[in-house]
């Protein structure tokens, strides 16, 4: 692991709650992004960051919000959770340099009943 | 839509057989990554390619970036069981936005 880490691993929630999803890094990247995997769509992006405070949608925005108070910290919410955001959700860091590469945590599988 | 096809979605040969996967868009990109991703993990970086025409070889696996750098393959030679796994290409989008493909998942039977 790239010193990324993502809490919690597991969560089951009812329809409409809210949940919040967090990722901590400890490698000083400069950008942080969300992404959820679902069968036969790959990765899509639900929003990224690329500074305190600085953030931005990605595809699959819709339902979703984030926070970026800190450099290692990003905060993914859900404001009231729906069925079709049962998925497991990835958290990745990335330095500065263009090409250089995604490093991602191990996933939070969520699911909403 | 995806804005990243990748070709097939899934694919199950036998050990030793040669395969090639592939990823295409209609826009350009900066460059291309092809990662791997193991059941339970988050997708690891194979390669990157950057220049259109660019081959870059990783011991059985040749990445290829094609010359108008819209699409890229993956070709393995003599596939090995270790080999099973989820791969994804993701094209680089402006300002380090990252967008992937579906996915080809990948059976090595022995």
């Known amino acids: 692991d790239a010193g990324i880490t993502q809490s919690p691993r597991h969560k089951v929630t009812e329809t409409g709650t809210p949940v919040t999803l967090r990722c901590h890094q400890t490698e000083n990247h400069r950008y942080m992004y969300w992404y959820r995997q679902d069968p036969g769509h790959g990765l899509r992006l639900i929003h990224y960051s690329y500074g305190v405070k600085d953030t931005d949608k990605g595809e699959v925005s819709d339902g979703y919000s984030v926070s970026r108070s800190k450099t290692e910290d990003f905060l993914l919410t859900l404001e009231s959770a729906t069925s079709s955001q049962t998925s497991v959700y990835f958290c990745?860091?990335?330095?500065?340099?263009?090409?250089?590469?995604?490093?991602f945590g191990n996933g939070t599988r969520l699911t909403v009943t | 839509t995806q804005l990243l096809e990748q070709s097939p979605q899934f694919l199950s040969i036998q050990e030793g057989e040669n395969l090639t996967v592939y990823c295409n868009s209609s826009?350009?990109?900066?460059?291309l990554q092809w990662y791997r991703q193991e059941p339970g993990e988050g997708p690891v970086l194979l390669v990157t390619v950057v220049t259109g025409g660019e081959v870059k070889k990783l011991k059985r696996l040749t990445f290829q970036f094609g010359d108008a750098r819209k699409d890229s393959s993956l070709h393995i030679t003599a596939a090995q069981p270790g080999d099973t796994g989820l791969y994804l290409c993701?094209?680089?989008?402006?300002?380090?936005?990252?967008?992937f493909g579906q996915g080809t998942r990948l059976t090595i039977n022995p």
């Open positions: 990745a860091i990335k330095h500065g340099d263009n090409n250089s590469p995604l490093h």
């Open positions: 826009s350009v990109f900066s460059s």
């Open positions: 993701a094209g680089i989008q402006g300002a380090q936005k990252l967008v």
